[in-house]
């Protein structure tokens, strides 16, 4: 069973920055794209950033030059180091898990969903 830790989130100000990580428990067999989305209130689910096993990062347009994503491979863990702030960030985060064989910013193609984690940016 495919199991998620996810933290991170919280409440920050415009401008302000917060890391999120969640570690994969119970992936076995193909290696795997980690990544994030988010969703906010009454829009759909957006492709945030996603990374490799060879730790090569893709990042949606909303967050590009402002978002890093990692992977430590030995910790099943991928983070979200999330700087400059908007308001527009605000939703909740979701970590994700998809063979690496797929498009990873095509939700259908996730294969695992973490709980998610809730980031509120104030103006």
């Known amino acids: 069973q495919v199991q998620f830790v996810e933290s991170g989130g919280g409440l920050v100000q415009t401008g302000g920055s917060l890391r999120l990580s969640c570690e994969v428990s119970?992936?076995?067999?193909?290696?795997?794209?980690m990544g994030w989305y988010r969703q906010a209130p009454g829009k759909e689910r957006e492709f945030v950033a996603v990374?490799?096993?060879?730790?090569?990062?893709w990042y949606g347009n909303s967050v590009k030059g402002r978002f890093t994503i990692s992977r430590d491979n030995a910790k099943n863990t991928v983070y979200l180091q999330m700087n400059s702030l908007k308001p527009e960030d605000t939703a909740v985060y979701y970590c994700?898990?998809?063979?690496?064989?797929?498009?990873?910013?095509?939700?259908?193609?996730?294969?695992?969903w973490g709980q998610g984690t809730q980031v509120t940016v104030s103006s």
């Open positions: 994700a898990v998809a063979r690496e064989s797929v498009l990873f910013a095509q939700q259908s193609s996730v294969d695992y």
């Open positions: 119970g992936l076995t067999g193909n290696t795997y794209k």
């Open positions: 990374i490799t096993q060879s730790q090569f990062p």
